[in-house]
Nanobody, 125 residues
Framework: QVQLVESGGGLVQAGGSLRLSCKVSGIIFSNYGMGWFRQGPGKEREFIALISWSGATTHYADSVKDRFTISRDNAKNTVWLQMNGLKPEDTADYYC??????????????????WGQGIQVTVSS
């Protein structure tokens, strides 16, 4: 059974930082590209960042580029999203997602086969 469990969300003031973690089990983690998505109040789910299974390749949405960093440790079966310079518009539920075995991931939902339950991030102004 594949499980993705996010942690590290919460309430932060604008300009602050948070680090989201996603612990993965049930798959050979190093064989899977990973991604982060978010869904704000009244909005559709949107792509935030992805990382290849080796960690060599990353890609970000323009809205978070230069503020957010995705990283992974294959020995710990964990992917992180470091979020700096948070803005009120970053308020959303954040979701970790795993792709398909030995298959490149992209920015669309359809690249990802497994999803976490989501974690709330609230940025106050």
């Amino acid at each position: 059974q594949v499980q993705l469990v996010e942690s590290g969300g919460g309430l932060v003031q604008a300009g602050g930082s948070l680090r989201l973690s996603c612990k993965v089990s049930g798959i050979i983690f190093s064989n899977y590209g990973m991604g982060w998505f978010r869904q704000g109040p009244g909005k559709e789910r949107e792509f935030i960042a992805l990382i290849s299974w080796s960690g060599a390749t990353t890609h970000y949405a323009d809205s978070v580029k230069d503020r957010f960093t995705i990283s992974r440790d294959n020995a710990k079966n964990t992917v992180w999203l470091q979020m700096n310079g948070l803005k009120p518009e970053d308020t959303a539920d954040y979701y970790c997602a795993a792709g398909r075995r030995l298959t490149a991931v992209g920015t669309a939902d359809s690249f990802f086969a497994h999803w976490g339950q989501g974690i709330q991030v609230t940025v106050s102004s």
